[in-house]
């Protein structure tokens, strides 16, 4: 069983920063890729930005130059910080890993979600 725990929503103003962060645990043998998504309701879960293993970062158009994806490998944690936030930006985000499980079987997990709101 793998758990991913998230933190770090809330309500802040347009222009300002958030960073959020994901902590997997549970029968994990090793983390590939880990990143974030969100969603607003009524709308499909939208990649917001990844970090495989090796390290390299990628970006959804959207946040590029704006959201800084980042990983600690050894605590099995991925970070999110997200600076001139927008009022769009306003989401749930959700934070997802690719685990190898003690059953030697590779596994997609996503976490429960935390609320990002932009809003003066």
């Known amino acids: 069983q793998v758990q991913l725990v998230e933190s770090g929503g809330g309500l802040v103003q347009p222009g300002g920063s958030l960073r959020l962060s994901c902590a997997a645990s549970g029968t994990i043998v090793s983390v590939d890729s880990m990143g974030w998504a969100r969603q607003v309701p009524g709308k499909d879960r939208e990649f917001v930005a990844s970090?495989?293993?090796?390290?390299?970062?990628y970006y959804a158009d959207s946040v590029k130059g704006r959201f800084t994806v980042s990983r600690d490998n050894a605590k099995n944690t991925v970070y999110l910080q997200m600076n001139s936030l927008k009022p769009e930006d306003t989401a749930v985000y959700y934070c997802?890993?690719?685990?190898?499980?003690?059953?030697?079987?590779?596994?997609?997990?996503w976490g429960q979600g935390t609320q990002v709101t932009v809003s003066s």
């Open positions: 970090i495989p293993s090796g390290g390299s970062t």
């Open positions: 997802n890993a690719r685990v190898l499980t003690s059953g030697n079987l590779w596994s997609n997990f």
